[in-house]
């Protein structure tokens, strides 16, 4: 993972997210695509630097399948420790990074009263 960064200098480019809506006319599911594209365009509103949105996405379906066997507190707290410090450096950073796929890949996952 050490190709997804949180650096608040660069964003995704228009282009990478002009790349990935193009896709999506040819894709056999043209709601997963926008779905990954408010994906990246959420980490980018959360300061985070994307060089690889490959890896990122598949991150994001990574986490949203932890879901299906931990909490979120646990899947943020995998994440920040299976992740370069330089790429995810707080906790807090690996939880909004985790609510972002939640909110744009798999919004199911989502329980906000939930006891679990």
Same mark, same amino acid.
């Given at each position: 993972m050490s190709s997804i960064s949180r650096k #608040?200098?660069? +964003?995704?480019g228009g282009l990478v997210a002009a790349g990935i809506v193009g896709a999506a006319g040819l894709a056999p599911s043209a709601h997963a695509a926008t779905g990954e594209v408010a994906?990246?365009?959420?980490l980018n509103q959360?300061?985070?630097t994307i060089y690889d949105?490959?890896? #990122?996405?598949? +991150?994001?379906?990574?986490?949203?399948t932890r879901l299906n066997y931990e909490n979120?507190?646990?899947t943020a707290r995998w994440l920040y420790l299976n992740t370069p410090s330089s790429n995810i450096?707080?906790?807090?950073?690996a939880q909004m990074w985790v609510m972002d796929a939640v909110f744009t890949l798999c919004p199911w996952q989502y329980h906000p009263y939930s006891s679990v």
């Open positions: #608040a200098v660069a +964003t995704v994906y990246l365009q959420a959360h300061g985070f949105t490959a890896t #990122a996405i598949q +991150t994001g379906h990574t986490i949203c979120g507190d646990d450096p707080t906790i807090a950073s």
